[in-house]
């Protein structure tokens, strides 16, 4: 999250100053995993592919961090997200060491982030036993010559392999997370990446364009750096072939069959409230905003001297909030509230659905500049 009012000094926000949700709101947890075993060059996430000898010591730090928060009142979660980097690093028993200390609600749903190459039946079995209920797997492509020049680590067979594994695993739902855009890879490319995800039956998939942010090796090389036209053209392939495999589009870059969307992103798209734990973590409470410290080492020597963790945070004024409120909501299939755009120059990008003003699929495409014109 980028800050977007000025940053307020770290001590006018205390990291265990949580309250509960409100009765019947969502509230989540994040559990961020700054582990990656090589880091992608197209990554502008706060994690390191050089301190795995950190992790044993960072689980026990952050498993500190949640106790301090339950022990001033953290409300139970409606779900939970192993974020990172590569939170399938973790063994199921440290997993299990981290969800044993949040209060859940009955049903909570429990996501850990995978990478395909770092599971199989055994730790799959081993996640579940430990609470985990949905797998979140970070696939990219199913073309190898597309995941190398991406720099991942796997190819489309090992996809395969522990897509399948997922799937015989009895977890009640799963995403398979592509990327789209990358130089080199073709509109037909594109197509049977697709078309091989969808040979597997994920009952949710995340599409996201290719990025490119500041400061990453992307960045640096110009000619690797993605087209908005070629964007645009994948994006509507995967609408076409998604829609017809019967997932439905609940946010742009999000389809999944009735019943599987992600409870946890849909928390951050309400403008729920959720308490992140761990380096660089972001948490949210009735529009006040704080994020820990970015690196592991400097977040554990804050625990080990009984410090707050937490960098910075800001507080949003009422009609910041709605307006960002209007701009998260834009982005969903529920749309906004009729009135809140002025429909002049949007013919074709917005339409109404009864009381509602929902986006088009062109109106996704350029859903940055239809945002501009919310009230």
């Not at 019947?24 to 795995?52: K, L, N, Q, S």
Request: hydrophobic letters at 40%; aromatic letters at 6%; proline letters at 6%.
């Amino acid at each position: 999250m980028t800050p977007a009012l000025p940053v307020e000094p770290a001590a006018a926000v205390h990291p265990h100053a949580v309250h509960p949700a409100v009765d019947g709101e969502p509230f989540g947890v994040y559990i961020h995993i700054p582990f990656c075993r090589r880091r992608c060059d197209y990554c502008a996430f706060a994690t390191w592919d050089d301190r795995a000898h950190l992790l044993a010591h960072y689980v026990a730090g952050v498993r500190r961090e949640i106790d301090l928060a339950v022990a001033s009142g953290l409300a139970p979660a409606a779900s939970v997200f192993f974020g990172g980097g590569t939170p399938s690093l973790l063994s199921a028993t440290q997993v299990a060491t981290l969800l044993g200390g949040l209060p859940l609600v009955p049903g909570a749903e429990v996501t850990l982030e995978c990478n395909p190459e770092t599971i199989g039946p055994r730790e799959l079995c081993g996640y579940r036993t430990a609470g985990v209920t949905r797998i979140s797997l970070g696939a990219q492509s199913l073309i190898d010559h597309v995941l190398a020049a991406l720099g991942r680590t796997h190819d489309a067979r090992t996809v395969t392999r522990a897509a399948t594994a997922v799937a015989e695993s009895g977890f009640d739902s799963w995403s398979l997370d592509l990327i789209y855009g990358t130089v080199g890879e073709s509109l037909d490319d594109w197509r049977r990446s697709l078309a091989t995800a969808l040979d597997l039956a994920p009952p949710h998939v995340s599409a996201y364009g290719l990025t490119v942010e500041a400061g990453t090796p992307l960045a640096h090389d110009p000619a690797r750096h993605p087209d908005d036209d070629d964007q645009a053209d994948k994006y509507l392939a995967a609408e076409q072939a998604l829609m017809a495999a019967g997932l439905a589009s609940y946010e742009i870059s999000n389809w999944a069959r009735p019943g599987h969307e992600s409870r946890h992103n849909r928390c951050y798209w309400s403008q729920g409230d959720y308490r992140g734990f761990g380096c660089a973590a972001h948490s949210h409470q009735g529009g006040r905003r704080w994020w820990n410290v970015r690196t592991p080492e400097r977040y554990l020597a804050l625990l080990e001297d009984g410090a707050s963790v937490v960098a910075a945070g800001e507080h949003l004024d009422a009609g910041l909030r709605r307006l960002e409120g209007l701009q998260l909501a834009l982005r969903t299939a529920a749309g906004v509230p009729l009135g809140s755009l002025d429909d002049d120059g949007l013919e074709g990008l917005v339409e109404r659905r009864q009381d509602r003003q929902v986006l088009t699929v062109a109106g996704r495409l350029l859903a940055n500049e239809v945002a501009l014109r919310l009230r």
